[in-house]
């Protein structure tokens, strides 16, 4: 990804920034180690941030909206790089909130103030302008261009690659939220000698959170909702795994390997098994060096390929499966029957999670207007179609269709009392709100 910034001068010509500059060497010195780009953090960088965040978003505990902090904003932003750079900038405490995820459990996100919203992206562009051109390919997640569908086609084409292997499933425990502090700035110093910057870095991530009342630095791990910790945490996993694995596989496994990673949901896939052991039994000891956990019982290591799906169909068994950004990952046969090969279809348990959410949200609605409840839950079908309508998976999308369309009826009779509504009628009010009935299904087939 290249971080373009340019900009038109008075006369109509395009001006380099700073910030195209920093992406620029970076893209062609590799090697390079950036000193100073501190300097890149000026008023122009500050405004872009602004202009780019969402005003709609959820506030922080001062209160301050963006149409607020708009009102007087040369100011502000002057203000705010005068403290940055006689280092009297300290972030505010973000709040703590509990977001429900589509397995039913919650997922804490820090929710910060406008102000501080903005020093967080101006940092995560620079760091993505510096670190963007080192990341390999396996890497998926909090990317341009790159999102979990290209992921999923990746672990397709190499799963079917490999005919007869191993797939390493991991999962770490709490990820974001054990990234120790010391070992995240000593992966940076590689890279950033700028001890300024660094400084900077610092004040973020051990920023207070607000959680019963109580504010409390956070000595511990990124805190997710926070702007700045996506691309911290691939700079993470990018030294302590990616390129680690890439550097074994040349140098001490025999076989072909591969790796698909989105943030720190990662597959391992190997043509021999043998290195596939060898590789679990390192792993482990590697992430307890930078602070990480592995979880045991949430990562296997299984047969995979198509020959192994073959022969395990001739012994009256399936390869076991494992589960990828929301799929279950298993081996099906073919359209025409003759081979083997990696399907998809969207986790039991988070489908059947997605739409008790949507019976409760519509339990919990009762006294709404129709139209806008109805409104309510079609941005959050429609959202869940698009990401899970995928090749292999349109019966279970259609399920899910037919679910919450079946709910909304209850409920809209539920509401009602003894006024009943027909299935003809309710039919003509999901055409006037244009409530999906049928969908597009992306194919995980195109080239990665």
């Given at each position: ?8 001068t ?17 893209r ?24 780019e ?9 001062d209160?301050?909206?963006?149409e ?10 002057q203000?705010?790089?005068?403290r ?6 300290t ?6 909130v ?11 996100l ?15 562009k ?31 084409k ?9 797939t ?17 700035l ?12 660094l400084?900077?870095?610092r ?6 959170v ?8 956070n ?50 896939l ?10 679990y ?13 592995l979880?045991?019982?949430k ?16 012994r ?13 990952c298993?081996?099906g ?17 988070r ?11 519509l339990?919990k ?12 839950v ?22 899910f269709i ?28 999901l ?17 990665c």
């Open positions: 990804m290249e971080t373009e910034m340019t900009v038109p008075a006369d109509g010509q395009q001006k380099t920034t700073k910030l195209e500059c920093i992406s620029k060497r970076a062609l010195q590799k090697d390079t180690v950036f000193n100073n780009i501190g300097h890149a953090l000026d008023t122009e960088l500050l405004r872009e941030c602004y202009q965040l969402d005003g709609s978003k959820a506030i922080g505990i209160g301050v909206t963006k607020v902090y708009g009102k007087k904003l040369e100011d502000n932003l203000d705010l790089l005068a940055i750079r006689r280092h009297a900038y972030p505010q405490a973000s709040r703590l509990e977001i429900p995820k589509e397995d039913g459990s919650t997922r804490p820090a929710i910060s103030c406008f102000e501080d919203k903005i020093v967080q992206m101006a940092v995560t620079l760091l993505t302008a510096i670190y963007e051109p080192l990341f390999l390919p396996c890497s998926y997640g909090y990317r341009e261009g790159k999102n979990g569908h290209e992921a999923l086609r990746a672990l397709m190499y799963s079917n690659e490999f005919r007869k292997g191993a390493l499933e991991i999962d770490l425990r709490k990820y974001f939220n054990t990234i120790p502090h010391g070992k995240l000593e992966i940076l110093e590689k890279k950033i000698t700028d001890r300024r910057f400084k900077l870095i004040k973020l991530i051990r920023s207070p607000v959680a019963n009342g109580k504010a409390e630095l000595e511990l791990g990124c805190p997710q909702g926070s702007i700045i910790s996506p691309i911290l945490s691939n700079i993470y996993l990018h030294s302590v795994v990616d390129s680690w694995f890439d550097e074994i596989s040349k140098s001490h496994l025999i076989g072909k390997t591969a790796m698909v990673r989105f943030a720190d949901d990662m597959v391992f190997f043509q021999r098994s043998e290195d596939a052991e060898k590789f039994k390192v792993l482990p000891k590697r992430l307890e060096k930078y602070g990480l956990q979880h045991v019982d990562s296997s290591l299984l047969k995979s390929g198509s020959k192994e799906a073959e022969e395990a169909d001739t009256g068994e399936r390869l076991q499966t494992y589960k990828f950004l929301g799929f279950t298993y081996w046969k073919s359209l025409d029957g003759k081979s083997w090969r990696l399907k998809f279809k969207s986790r039991s348990d489908f059947t999670a997605k739409l008790r959410g949507l019976r409760e949200y339990k609605s009762l006294n709404q207007d129709t139209k806008t409840t109805i409104l309510s079609k941005r959050v079908v429609v959202g869940w179609i698009n990401y899970h309508a995928i090749s292999d998976n349109q019966r279970r999308v259609n399920s037919y679910e919450s369309r079946r709910a909304i009826f209850k409920w809209i009779n539920r509401k009602g009392g003894k006024r009943k509504t027909n299935w003809a009628t309710f039919s003509k009010l055409e006037e709100t244009k409530y999906p009935q049928s969908f597009k299904t992306t194919s995980m087939f195109t080239a």
